[in-house]
C-alpha cells in the first residue's frame, strides 16, 4: 500500500519543479525525458525481488517519470486551442477515465496467466508509446530560456526569479483558487480510497464491488467530455463556477454513501460522483489559463497540483483512523464531505475578485513610456488619415 500511495504522492509533489522545468526547456524535452524516466522506473521494476527497491524504483523513478510527462500535456494544449479549450481538455483527460475502466479486468487477465514482473514488462509498452508522443509536442509560445537567449544574443539561463514565477501568486484570484481546491480536497479523495473496504464491511462478499469502480469510471469520461464542452460556453473565470458545483455535489454524495443500505443506491451514488469527478478535473487547465495567462500557467499548475499533494496524502489515512476507531466508516464519509462544501464555497468569490482586478487595471494611470507610444500611434493615425486623401487624388478618385 506503501509503494502505490508513495507514487500517487510524487506524483503532485513533483509538480512545481516539472513547471519550472517546463518553463526553461519547453513541453517536448520536459515529456520525453519524463517519459524516458517513467520507463526506465517501471522496467526496472520487473526485476526486483523484494517490495523495498520498490519505494525508489515505482514509487520514486517511475512516479517522477510520470509527474514530468503528464504535465506538459496539459500545458501544449493551450498553445494550440483558445476558442475550445475546455472542450480539447476533456477530450485528453478523458484517455485516463478510459483505461480506469479497461485497464483492471486487463492487468487481472496478465497477473493470472504471465505473473506480475511480465505484466510490469507488457506495461512498458504503454510508457515507450508516451516516449513517442512527446517528440509531437511543438511549442508555439517562446520559453523562457529561449526568451533570456534572444535578448541576449546567446543562450543562457534566465534570473532565479523568472525561473520559479512566484508572481503568479501576486494574482488574488490565482491565490484564492491556489489554496481554495487544496482545502476542498481534504475529503475529496477518501471515497475513492475507502469505497471498497466500506462495501465489504456494509454487503459482504454477496456483491460485485468492482461495478462501482467501472460506474465511476464511465462517468467521470462522460463528464470531462460534457462540461469540457459545456466550459467553452461560459465567458472568463466564471468557468469557476462548474468547480464549484462539482465540490458541492462530491461532498453530498460523499455523505450520502453511509445513507445507501441498497448496492443500487450506492451505484447511483458512483454514477453522479464519477460525472463531477469529471468536471473537476476538466476545466482545471482552462481556468488557469483565464487567471494567469498562457505565459504563466505551466508554473500555475504546478504549483496548485504541489500543493494538492499534501490533502491527497493526509485526508485517506485520516479516515482510515477514525474506522479503526469506530468499527465503521460512517463518520469518515460524513466527515469526507465537509472539505468539498467549504472549498466550493470559498471558489464562489473568484469571478468577482477577478473582475475587480481587471477594472483596477483598466483604472490605472498609464507611465511615460505607454503613453509616449499611444501619442506615437496616434501621430500615426492621423498623419495616415491626412495622407489618405492626397494619394486618392493621385490616383484619379
Known amino acids: 500500500a506503501w509503494v502505490s500511495s508513495l507514487s500517487m504522492g510524487m506524483v503532485f509533489f513533483c509538480s512545481p519543479i516539472v513547471s519550472v522545468f517546463t518553463d526553461l526547456f519547453g513541453c517536448r524535452k520536459v515529456a520525453v525525458i519524463g517519459a524516458a524516466v517513467g520507463l526506465v522506473g517501471l522496467l526496472s521494476s520487473s526485476f526486483v525481488s523484494t517490495i523495498e527497491p520498490l519505494y525508489f524504483t515505482y514509487g520514486i523513478l517511475f512516479a517522477c517519470g510520470c509527474s514530468f510527462a503528464y504535465q506538459p500535456s496539459l500545458v501544449i494544449l493551450g498553445h494550440y486551442f483558445k476558442k475550445r479549450l475546455g472542450l480539447v481538455n476533456g477530450i485528453v483527460t478523458a484517455g485516463s477515465s478510459l483505461f480506469t475502466v ?136 466564471k468557468k469557476i463556477y462548474l468547480q464549484v458545483a462539482s465540490f458541492f455535489f462530491i461532498g453530498l454524495m460523499s455523505m450520502m454513501i453511509p445513507l445507501c443500505n441498497v448496492f443500487g443506491a450506492l451505484v447511483a451514488v458512483c454514477l453522479f460522483m464519477g460525472l463531477f469527478d469529471g468536471c473537476f478535473i476538466c476545466i482545471m487547465a482552462p481556468i488557469a489559463f483565464e487567471l494567469v495567462g498562457a505565459q504563466d500557467v505551466s508554473q500555475a499548475i504546478g504549483f496548485l497540483l504541489g500543493l494538492m499533494s499534501v490533502p491527497m496524502t493526509v485526508g485517506p489515512p485520516i479516515a482510515g483512523l477514525l474506522r479503526d476507531k469506530l468499527g465503521t466508516y460512517d463518520v469518515a464519509f460524513y466527515l469526507a464531505g465537509v472539505p468539498p462544501l467549504i472549498g466550493g464555497a470559498i471558489l464562489c468569490f473568484i469571478p468577482w475578485v477577478h473582475e475587480r482586478q481587471k477594472l483596477k487595471e483598466r483604472a490605472k494611470p498609464v507611465d511615460g513610456e505607454t503613453m509616449e507610444k499611444m501619442l506615437e500611434n496616434e501621430s500615426t493615425l ?14 484619379g478618385f
Open 102 to 237: 479497461s485497464l483492471p479486468f486487463l492487468l487481472r487477465v496478465l497477473i493470472d496467466s504471465v505473473d506480475l514482473y511480465n505484466t510490469l514488462r507488457v506495461l512498458c509498452i504503454l510508457m515507450f508509446i508516451l516516449f513517442l508522443a512527446g517528440f509531437t509536442y511543438k511549442p508555439l509560445v517562446p520559453n523562457t530560456k529561449d526568451k533570456e537567449g534572444g535578448k541576449k544574443g546567446k543562450s543562457k539561463f534566465p534570473p532565479a526569479k523568472k525561473i520559479c514565477n512566484f508572481s503568479v501568486f501576486k494574482v488574488l484570484s490565482y491565490r484564492i483558487w491556489a489554496f481554495g481546491i487544496p482545502a476542498a480536497l481534504f475529503g475529496y479523495f477518501v471515497p475513492y480510497v475507502h469505497l471498497m473496504n466500506h462495501v465489504k464491511d456494509r454487503f459482504g462478499d454477496s456483491v460485485p464491488e468492482e461495478v462501482l469502480l467501472l460506474c465511476l469510471g464511465i462517468t467521470s469520461g462522460v463528464g470531462r467530455l460534457v462540461f469540457g464542452r459545456v466550459a467553452d460556453y461560459i465567458p472568463g473565470a
Open 382 to 395: 492621423v498623419s495616415d488619415t491626412t495622407e489618405k486623401p492626397v494619394k486618392e487624388l493621385d490616383s
